[in-house]
């Protein structure tokens, strides 16, 4: 169907407050996953599913971050206790696989401020 | 940290004048791939080459690789007004198949027509 699509597209929260951020991939498409790109930076990785299971959760910056996946489909990435730091754009990729020459669909982001 | 480092930061040209972007990177690779981004957002893959290859073309794209001295560069013959965006390399940082990219900081392209 459709491309890869995230809600909210914005979010203006405080600090302190926790969000929740969500990721619907291409149907099919067994390999999510989340990065993130703070102002004029290049992005970086965070966490990726295969299936609903994340071997790979080495971005993440702290355990005020996680995320999970349901069903093998749709994520969720929640941050607790925003801090200003976390501002930022949260970009999720789905591909058919996570092999390395599966290319990554990426949906419009999710822009994040916290105030 | 990131992988791959980009230069330059910042090209502005005329349109139909060809853009040419680096990208270095510091780890054996499998693959490096280059991506497109639009008023930063979501991102559009351009083109994949593989570690065993050296140069590949996609319309007005082309890409070199030189794993010697762990770089690439793209480039985008003439020019159009519609190239303006950030461009991003990013690479498998040699990682076993995880699909997990490490992306450059990005050059951002200005076509002025």
């Known amino acids: 169907g459709a491309g890869v699509s995230q809600s909210p597209s914005n979010k203006v929260t405080e600090k302190g407050k926790d969000v929740e951020l969500r990721c619907d991939p291409i149907s099919g498409h067994t390999a999510l996953y989340w990065y993130r790109q703070s102002l004029g930076q290049g992005l970086e990785f965070l966490i990726y599913f295969q299936g609903n299971s994340a071997p790979d959760k080495s971005g993440l910056p702290s355990d005020r971050f996680s995320a999970e996946r349901t069903g093998g489909s749709v994520s969720t990435l929640t941050i607790q206790r925003t801090q200003q730091e976390d501002s930022a754009v949260y970009l999720c990729?789905?591909?058919?696989?996570?092999?390395?020459?599966?290319?990554?669909?990426f949906g419009p982001g999710t822009r994040l401020t916290v105030l | 940290s990131q992988q791959g480092e980009e230069d330059p930061q910042a090209l502005s040209i005329q349109e139909g004048e060809n853009a040419t972007m680096n990208c270095s990177y510091k780890t054996s690779i499998n693959n490096l791939q280059w991506y497109r981004q639009n008023s930063g957002r979501g991102l559009v893959h351009l083109i994949l080459i593989r570690s065993n290859e050296r140069e590949k073309h996609s319309g007005r794209l082309r890409v070199t690789l030189d794993t010697s001295k762990k770089s690439s560069s793209l480039l985008i013959t003439a020019s159009r007004a519609a190239d303006t965006a950030s461009y991003f390399c990013?690479?498998?940082?040699?990682?076993?198949?995880?699909?997990?990219?490490?992306f450059g900081q990005g050059t951002t392209l200005q076509v002025k027509p």
């Open positions: 990013a690479t498998d940082a040699g990682s076993s198949n995880t699909g997990k990219l490490i």
């Open positions: 990729a789905s591909s058919r696989q996570a092999l390395i020459e599966d290319t990554q669909y």
